[in-house]
């Protein structure tokens, strides 16, 4: 019932920023649920990025990866439906397709990591970062 959509992506050179938006419809809000930002490169996993609690659960939140953490900030506003992720100093290593996603309460932080545990998710949208 709950629908994810990511917008905001596109190219951008290694050092600038940029801004996903993840917007929120249907069943909008979910008491005690988490959401967070994972992207997957070419070849490669999934990845968690960073976490947020979205409605009712506060706990260790945001939470972020550590290659996330002092260069990307997630935030959600819920007047507007919207999950999002800023990003700056931005490195080749940042291309990726970026998905957002939603979970269940989490039992640990560690537990916001897993993609296996998200119940939905978003499309995509792919980053690319020049350098």
């Known amino acids: 019932q709950v629908r994810l959509v990511e917008s905001g992506g596109g190219l951008v050179q290694a050092g600038g920023s940029l801004r996903l938006s993840c917007t929120v419809s249907g069943r909008t809000y979910v008491r005690s649920s988490a959401m967070a930002w994972f992207r997957q490169g070419h070849g490669k996993e999934r990845e968690f990025v960073a976490a947020?609690?979205?409605?009712?659960?506060?706990?260790?939140?945001?939470h972020y990866a550590h290659t996330a953490k002092g260069r990307f900030t997630i935030s959600r506003d819920h007047a507007v439906d919207t999950l999002f992720l800023q990003m700056s100093r931005l490195l080749p290593e940042d291309t990726a397709m970026y998905f957002c996603a939603l979970r269940p309460p989490a039992p640990s932080s560690s537990a916001l990591a897993r993609p296996d545990e998200y119940d939905v998710w978003g499309q995509g949208i792919q980053v690319t970062v020049s350098s």
């Open positions: 947020i609690n979205w409605d009712g659960w506060v706990g260790d939140s945001p």
